[in-house]
């Protein structure tokens, strides 16, 4: 009787957790060039994974307009970094020169950009605790 009721008692407890709080993650995108293409927008979880393009959690993709544009992606609340490209001639990749140049502008969370290479995680993070906006200028 005594392994049923602490069953009865876990099974509730289980059930009575919730999925973890989400939040929405607003990126406006700020120095667009040209309404044409799309820009794209990933948000990164883990150290490893950033920036790769099969490391990201999760994206957005909008339709790129002169000046500013905007996309939205409901996360769960954690800390991610972000990475922002306008991919102008809709290929889907962000294009680079025969020295692995971008070629294509592309900007990171918190603004942060590296010398000769991607920020850290930690320099292009942001902890999502609520719903945030943040503003990422492309160059």
Not at 32 to 57: E, M, Q
Not at 91 to 104: I, R, S
Not at 110 to 127: D, K, L, Q, Y
């Amino acid at each position: 009787m005594h392994k049923l009721i602490l069953l009865i008692l876990t099974f509730g407890f289980l059930s009575m957790q919730t999925a973890p709080k989400k939040s929405t993650l607003s990126v406006e995108v700020r120095g667009i060039k040209k309404s044409v293409g799309k820009i794209f927008i990933a948000v990164y979880r883990k150290k490893d994974d950033f920036p790769s393009t099969t490391g990201r959690f999760k994206y957005a993709i909008v339709d790129a307009k002169v000046g500013n544009t905007v996309g939205n992606i409901e996360l769960p609340n954690d800390t991610y970094a972000v990475a922002v490209f306008h991919d102008a001639n809709d290929n889907t990749v962000l294009d680079k020169n025969m020295f692995g140049v971008p070629t294509e502008i592309y900007g990171f969370g918190n603004n942060a950009r590296g010398t000769f290479s991607a920020p850290s995680f930690e320099e292009a993070s942001i902890e999502l605790k609520q719903d945030k906006k943040i503003v990422v200028y492309i160059k």
